[in-house]
């Protein structure tokens, strides 16, 4: 099973033994019907998935997803870098991309071939689906995107992925995915109030092995609060 991008041939492992582990929790968390008859086999999902996450606009989460996503691209993974941004994503215009395929063009149900089309290669490498530069009422479905992201982890090793701003279908179908939820705050009393929300909301969507790390990033010469403030306020350590 191979993926066409670009141009270029991406080719999903193809290991015996059918469902893996991965692919279990996947199927289960879609709440799929059971088929007649015994199960086929299928590729294992063995994607990682970090998800990026900004409570409001401008604490820089849109650089961090894109700087994990080139990091990991240098350490030899597959990587896809996924904007679901509906305001008018920023990861195609930080790349200087063009934006004539995003997910936009995804169907309901996207397969494989569907998914394929709507990627875009950088010239590193790096593997992207975009958001629309205009902005959309809403982003992709719950279900579209988690036949979307299912395609992402058998073709890629890495699945990066820079949430919107909101807890929209498609971003909670990545939170329950997610290895590594990664939440970016500023030293401004609003960012630290909407970040304590984010980090009760994500108790009840992620899976409770998922690592969440609060990234501290100071965007302005003087921070209005201290980190060791915004530390107690959070109760955890920020990056």
Same mark, same amino acid.
Do not use: Y
């Given at each position: 099973?191979?993926?066409?991008?670009?141009?270029?041939?991406? =080719?999903? *492992?193809?290991?015996?033994?059918? $469902?893996?582990?991965?692919?279990?929790?996947?199927? #289960?968390?879609?709440?799929?019907?059971?088929?007649?008859? *015994?199960?086929?086999? %299928?590729? /294992?999902?063995?994607?990682?998935?970090?998800?990026?996450?900004?409570?409001?606009?401008?604490?820089?989460?849109?650089?961090?997803?894109?700087?994990?996503?080139?990091?990991?691209?240098?350490?030899?993974?597959?990587?896809?870098?996924?904007?679901? &941004?509906?305001?008018?994503?920023?990861? &195609?215009?930080?790349?200087?991309?063009?934006?004539?395929?995003?997910?936009?063009?995804?169907? %309901?149900? *996207?397969?494989? =071939? &569907?998914?394929?089309?709507?990627?875009?290669?950088?010239?590193?490498?790096?593997?992207?689906? &975009?958001?629309?530069?205009?902005?959309?009422?809403?982003?992709?479905?719950?279900?579209? $995107?988690?036949? =979307?992201? /299912?395609?992402?982890?058998?073709?890629?090793?890495?699945?990066?992925?820079?949430?919107?701003?909101?807890?929209?279908?498609?971003? !909670?179908? %990545?939170?329950?995915?997610?290895?590594?939820?990664?939440?970016?705050?500023? *030293? /401004?009393?609003?960012?630290?109030?909407?970040?304590?929300? =984010?980090?009760? %909301?994500?108790?009840?969507?992620?899976?409770?092995?998922?690592?969440?790390?609060?990234?501290?990033?100071?965007?302005?010469? /003087?921070?209005?609060?201290?980190?060791?403030?915004? !530390? #107690?306020?959070?109760? #955890?350590?920020?990056?």
């Amino acid at each position: 099973m191979s993926l066409l991008v670009g141009g270029s041939l991406i =080719t999903a *492992p193809s290991p015996p033994g059918g $469902f893996g582990r991965r692919t279990g929790r996947s199927r #289960k968390r879609a709440g799929g019907a059971k088929a007649a008859g *015994p199960p086929a086999a %299928a590729p /294992e999902l063995d994607g990682l998935v970090t998800v990026v996450l900004g409570s409001r606009g401008g604490v820089g989460a849109t650089t961090c997803a894109v700087t994990i996503a080139g990091t990991l691209l240098r350490q030899g993974s597959r990587v896809c870098l996924v904007d679901l &941004a509906p305001s008018g994503g920023h990861v &195609a215009l930080q790349l200087r991309l063009g934006t004539g395929v995003t997910w936009r063009n995804l169907p %309901a149900a *996207p397969d494989t =071939t &569907a998914v394929a089309q709507a990627l875009v290669r950088h010239d590193s490498g790096l593997v992207v689906l &975009a958001a629309p530069s205009q902005p959309v009422r809403q982003g992709p479905s719950a279900d579209s $995107f988690r036949h =979307t992201l /299912e395609a992402l982890q058998i073709f890629f090793t890495q699945v990066v992925i820079d949430a919107a701003p909101l807890l929209d279908g498609a971003t !909670e179908v %990545a939170i329950a995915a997610a290895d590594q939820i990664v939440v970016m705050c500023t *030293p /401004e009393v609003g960012a630290v109030h909407s970040t304590i929300g =984010t980090l009760q %909301a994500l108790g009840g969507l992620r899976r409770p092995q998922a690592r969440v790390i609060v990234v501290l990033n100071q965007v302005t010469p /003087e921070a209005n609060l201290p980190a060791s403030a915004i !530390e #107690k306020a959070l109760g #955890k350590p920020g990056l």
